[in-house]
């Protein structure tokens, strides 16, 4: 990613990562899937962060906005001849702030870079603002659909041909 703003993930941000997860989560799902527990006794900084310590692979596939502060995340992740957006998010704080259009276009453009042929990623069907984002720089539904586990709530994968 070649915007001097957005950087590979180094140990130091595990915490302000798990930060922008759980409260970017639990702001955007908690309407989707009415999971109290869920949302504040699972989902917990403390659990992001164990986890992110575990998995060197997670973190190798991290990258960050920073401009003096960590304020938004991507993860992405290569699939054949196309490249997976798994997790994008941004601290609720600064979202609608040209953080997460600075996050996907430095993804986008790192993609083309690689010769990739096509990005992707799965999108709740209800969370209507991540996908008009998306739509906004350039993604469509491509007609996949899954169930999500147990919740029976609907994922959309939208792509774009690079």
Sequence with gaps: MSDRLIRPAEPE?????????????????RPIFEDDFFSF????VLSVIEELRQDPVYRQELWVYDDGIV????????QGDAVELVELYVDPFF???GVGHALIEAFLAE?????????????????LAARRFYEAHHF???????????????????????
């Design 41 to 44: 006794q699972v989902l917990t």
């Design 13 to 29: 941000d595990i915490s302000r990562i798990a930060e922008i997860l759980v409260f970017a989560k639990r702001t955007a799902y």
């Design 95 to 97: 979202q609608k702030s």
């Design 140 to 162: 469509a539904h491509d007609g996949g659909s899954q169930i999500l586990g147990d919740v029976g709530v609907e994922e959309l994968r939208y792509a774009v041909t690079l």
């Design 71 to 78: 304020k938004g995340m991507l993860r992405r992740r290569v």
């Design 111 to 127: 993609a083309r870079q690689q010769n990739f042929t096509r990005a992707f990623l799965w999108v709740l069907a209800p969370n």
